[in-house]
Structure formats: structure tokens, C-alpha cells
């Protein structure tokens, strides 16, 4: 809300560039049961219709302002609309259903937005909505007890691509992984390296027993024991020589592991060990006094879960959580009867270790078998910092390989999975994580290899890459037929852009004017699919305006006999390819400017 004249104005901006305004005047006798000058303007918003024939944008702002103004949506939405239709940058504005206003902007309007495109460059779409807010993404934090599979691969780009997003549209974004090195699995892991070193040193170790790793990835973990070791770890027991391969085996297991995400472009700036939690200074322990501080644990006794057997029920008195004070349908374990902490107390206790770091916002990024702990961790964290801390846990479906349509078999090297690595090995990083972002993270996804290499609209990466690669060869070839013209942004939004008038031209500059409101969006909702979709559609008007250039030659980017057209028409280009090279690059795939 801001005044101009002493008067509340409230204001939209569309696409950074178009803002529609109106004056609420409460003197005004068009504006009788105005709108208090108090009155907030939260919850507001300015869209694209879903129905494209509506118009170009649709506006809650009468449903928003009817209570405060004393008059129904609709009645309301009648005095609005001419204070909205005075705006020179719009066409026609109309009233739908109970009080929505519906804006189709002028043609004359939309030379401007390709004008804006070309001169903010790199700057275009970023948004300040983020305030430099600290969020915390937390994703993959697979157990380091192997090479990534191709679940994790889902995960990992998925909260890879989030994190872009955010940071993009103005949030201060940490990338961390949770090392899960404190439970059972991590003994399971240094007894499988112990198995190798004993085959490293010349022993036959015939079949991997069941419970143990049986992957080959951890035969270099038993040579690296016997090249630093020798015999002497033979001559331990266990109580000795277990700590010291599991360090071992753990340390080549994260290098693995950060090798395999690099495959993918994925990195991140912290990786929190869970030890870390309990050795010296016990934070779960700490957790949990806070917690019995707030009378949110007691000593009682749990009846059995139903349908699935939960891992950490036991029929016992034992240390529990009140998580049904906050919505969840149970109270929770803390303590095992064998005096260890629940993998429950150590996540309340990492993700309150998360807000002390300074994090109130929280994004975790987990598989789909951990879908029922979203509600429990939330009550926690609900609890521990008296509702400050935010928590956003978001689930990737499972993924399902196949070729041709027929199942993929197993990976050798890793025994029991398909590697994320043979999966990027076979088809490049791009393709797997665009496809791996062109579905919503909760739908299950299947992964065609065939599909992900073909050459065909029906393949999403590659008609994204085509376009971005098609918009290359434009520019390739206008440096070839007009040497002399400066291809500079700069210069190319100085063209008369104002010849800009075919259908086709401005549905494509329509549709590079919503890509700074798609980010915006797909990042405050945490949807990177979001932006999948929105650069396929880009690509579509971008290949349409393409092939009807091909049936109409007046159309052609490259106009010989007309300078000035050409010159506007290469602007189009060079923003449609700005703008796809852009949002790929926030989903981490490479543009490419030629396809082979």
C-alpha cells in the first residue's frame, strides 16, 4: 500500500514492467462504501485466467476488498472497472462470475515487455519476494552406505532445481545433506568393507551373507584397509576394528556419493553428520529437556499401530512425545529400550540444531516412504520453537527405469539398484534432470530411456533444447546476411519493435512476459515443474512461429529485402532464447545451441 496525493494506492506489477492502478477516494461519489485507507490489500493477487480466452489477467482485488468496503464482490468490481480501464495499457476489462475482474491488455502494450526482456538481460525474472530470508534445503541425505540410486536421483534434482529457484526469486538458500552415520546401517556398512578387506588380503569369502552390502563398489573400500592395515585389523575384535573401518568406509562412501551428484551438477554447502548430535555435547538429550520442559513428554505406553508395523513401536512403558497435541494421530518414541534415541529424537533434535543455526524456514526433500513422518516432525518443531520455525517436508515418488518399454534389470556394480551414475552415463545430466522436473514430485515417474533420447515433440527436454538451439542458428545466420547489424541486447531493443504485429509474434512476447510471474510462483509454492511446463509451452510458440514462417515467407525471422523487420524480429528471437537458456539454467540443464 502506498499514497499518492494523500490518497491509498494500490498496485500490481505485471511481468516487472506493466502496472495497472487505481485510486480508492473515499470523497469520490463513484466510490460510495469505499475502501478504508487502512484496509489491507493481502491476499491480492494478479494471474494469468485459466481460460486463456478471458483475457491476459484476472484480478481477486473486489473479493478481497468487499468486506472492508461494505459492498458485495460484484458491486464492488463495477466501480473498479473503469478506474482499471483508464489505464492506456488496457484493452477491455470485464466483470466474471461472483467478482473477479478479467484485463486484456492492448497490443500496443506488449512491445514494451520484449523491450524490458532485452534490456534486464540476466537481471529478468529475478524477484526480491525472498527478502534475503535464510531457508534451508535439506535433500538427498540418502544413507552413506552406497552409490546413489536412481531414487535418489529424483530427490537430489528436485531439491537442486528448488534451491535455484529460490535463490533466483531473492531467498538466502543453504544446500545441505544429512549424514545418516549413526545408526545401525553404518556397522552393517563397515562390516560388509570388512568382508572385502579379508577378500582384499587374499582370503575366499565365497557369497556375500544376507544383511551384508553385496555391491563390488566396496571392493576399493577392503584393498584401501589392507594397503593401510596389512593383517593387523585381523588380529582386533570387533570392538575394536569396527570404528575404524566404518570412518574408513564412511569417508570413501560420501566421496562416492558427492562424485555421483557432480555427475548431476549437484552440490551442496553443508553436510551434517548426525553423530555430530551426540558425540561431546548429547543435542538430543538437550531436545528432549526442552521438550520436557514444555510438559511434551511423559512415561506411557503405546497400543499398536494399525495397518503397518511401525519400526520404533514397542509394547512398553516408555519416554513419549505428546505429537497428538499438534495434530499427529500418535504420540511418539524417544528412547529405545535398549537406551538409544529414536531416528525421531535424532531428526527433532537435527531440525531444532537447523533454527538455532538461524534457519526458520525449512524445506526438507524426502523419499516417498517417509511421507508419514511429515505430520510428526512439523509437531516438533511446532512445539520447540513456539511455532516459529517453519517446516516444508516434500516427498519424491518413486521412479521406474525402463527401455522400450520394458523394465530395466539391475546394475551389476551396485548389486541390488540401477546407479544414478549408469543412468547419466547412458543418456547426459540434461536429459534426466529435466525429465526428472517434468512431473510434480508426489506423481510417480517413469524414465524411458528410448523416450528421453528421441528426437520428437513427445520428448520434452528435446523439443526445450531444439527451441533454444533452433533461436542459435537464427542468430547464426543473421550474422551471416547482415554483417554489419549489432546484435547487442542493447541495440536489439532500440529496433522498431513496434512492427511486432502478427498473431504469433505476440502470443510468443505474451509468453515471455509470464516468465517472471511462473518463477515467482514455482518458487513460493516449491514446485519446480512449474517452470518444466512453462518452457515446453515456450518452446511451442517459439516452434509454431518457426514453421509458419516456413509456409508464409513474410513471416520468416530473416526478412532480406526489409532490415528493419529483420532487426525487430531478431530481437524476439534473441529474448525467446534469453529466456529459455534462463529457465533451464534454474533447472541445471545446459542450453545447447546445436543439436547432432
Avoid at 533451464?584 to 547432432?596: D, F, P
Amino acid at each position: 500500500m502506498m499514497r499518492k496525493n494523500g490518497f491509498p494506492e494500490l498496485s500490481w506489477t505485471f511481468s516487472q514492467g506493466f502496472t495497472a492502478t487505481f485510486w480508492r477516494r473515499s470523497s469520490s461519489s463513484s466510490m460510495t462504501a469505499s475502501v478504508p485507507h487502512e484496509a489491507s490489500v493481502d491476499g491480492i493477487t494478479l494471474g494469468s485466467p485459466k481460460d486463456p480466452t478471458h483475457g491476459d489477467l484476472a484480478t481477486n482485488a473486489a473479493m478481497v476488498l468487499a468486506k472492508p468496503a461494505g459492498a458485495a464482490p460484484r458491486a464492488l468490481a463495477e466501480r473498479i472497472v473503469p478506474l482499471i480501464a483508464s489505464d492506456p495499457d488496457v484493452e477491455k476489462v470485464e466483470i466474471a462470475g461472483p467478482g473477479f475482474i478479467n484485463l486484456t491488455l492492448a497490443r500496443a502494450f506488449w512491445p514494451s515487455v520484449l523491450r524490458m526482456v532485452l534490456e534486464q538481460g540476466d537481471a529478468y525474472g529475478r524477484s526480491a519476494v525472498g527478502k534475503g530470508q535464510a531457508v534451508n534445503v535439506e535433500y538427498v541425505s540418502a544413507n552413506p552406505t552406497g552409490p546413489m540410486h536412481v531414487g535418489h536421483c529424483r530427490g537430489a534434482v528436485f531439491g537442486d532445481a528448488l534451491a535455484n529457484l529460490l535463490a533466483f526469486a531473492g531467498y538466502d538458500v543453504t544446500r545441505e545433506y544429512y549424514v545418516n552415520d549413526a545408526g545401525a546401517q553404518v556397522d552393517v556398512l563397515a562390516r560388509s568393507a570388512f568382508l572385502r578387506y579379508r577378500e582384499a588380503l587374499g582370503e575366499d569369502i565365497g557369497d556375500i551373507p544376507e544383511g551384508l552390502y553385496p555391491g563390488d563398489y566396496l571392493k576399493p573400500v577392503g584393498e584401501n584397509l589392507a594397503s593401510n592395515h596389512g593383517r593387523d585389523l585381523l588380529d582386533m575384535p570387533e570392538s575394536e576394528w569396527l570404528p575404524l573401518v566404518r570412518a574408513t568406509a564412511l569417508k570413501a562412501m560420501l566421496g562416492m556419493i558427492e562424485e555421483d551428484l557432480a555427475q548431476l551438477g549437484i552440490r551442496h554447502d553443508v553436510f551434517f553428520s548426525e553423530r555430530s548430535l551426540i558425540e561431546g555435547r548429547d543435542e538430543v538429550a538437550e531436545t528432549i529437556a526442552d521438550l520436557r520442559a514444555k510438559g511434551l513428554v511423559y512415561e506411557g505406553r503405546l497400543p499398536p499401530p494399525k495397518g503397518k508395523i511401525d519400526e520404533e513401536w514397542e509394547d512398553r512403558e516408555q519416554l513419549l512425545f505428546r505429537a497428538t497435541a499438534f495434530g499427529d494421530d500418535q504420540d511418539r518414541p524417544l528412547v529405545k529400550s535398549d537406551g538409544a534415541y529414536t531416528y525421531f529424537a535424532s531428526d527433532i533434535a537435527y531440525h531444532y540444531d537447523k533454527f538455532r543455526r538461524g534457519f526458520k524456514s525449512m524445506i526438507d526433500v524426502w523419499g516417498a516412504d517417509h511421507s508419514g513422518h511429515i505430520k510428526r516432525m512439523r509437531a516438533a518443531l511446532t512445539a520447540l520453537t513456539d511455532g516459529q520455525g517453519d517446516l516444508d517436508a516434500r516427498y519424491c515418488q518413486l521412479v521406474r527405469l525402463f527401455r522400450a518399454g520394458e523394465p530395466v534389470k539391475m546394475s551389476k556394480r551396485a548389486g541390488t539398484f540401477v546407479t544414478l551414475r549408469d543412468v547419466v552415463d547412458e543418456v547426459g545430466a540434461g536429459p534426466v534432470r529435466f525429465m526428472m522436473l517434468y512431473r510434480k514430485n508426489d506423481a510417480p515417474l517413469d524414465f524411458d530411456f528410448a523416450k528421453v533420447t528421441e528426437q520428437s515433440r513427445d520428448n520434452p527436454v528435446f523439443y526445450v533444447q531444439y527451441a533454444h538451439a533452433r533461436a542459435s542458428s537464427v542468430l547464426r545466420n543473421v550474422r551471416e546476411g547482415f554483417p554489419d547489424l549489432d546484435m547487442g541486447e542493447d541495440q536489439l531493443a532500440r529496433a522498431d519493435l513496434e512492427r511486432l504485429n502478427d498473431d504469433g509474434e505476440i502470443a510468443l512476447i505474451r509468453r515471455l512476459a509470464q516468465f517472471p510471474r511462473i518463477v515467482e510462483g514455482a518458487a513460493q509454492a516449491h514446485e519446480p515443474h512449474r517452470l518444466g511446463f512453462y518452457l515446453y509451452e515456450l518452446a511451442g510458440d517459439f516452434h509454431g512461429l518457426w514453421n509458419r514462417g516456413k509456409d508464409l515467407p513474410q513471416l520468416r525471422f530473416i526478412y532480406e529485402s526489409d532490415r528493419e523487420l529483420t532487426r525487430a524480429r531478431v530481437a524476439l528471437v534473441a529474448a525467446t532464447k534469453r529466456v529459455l537458456a534462463m529457465g533451464l539454467g534454474i533447472l541445471g540443464v545446459h542450453a545447447l545451441h546445436e543439436l547432432h
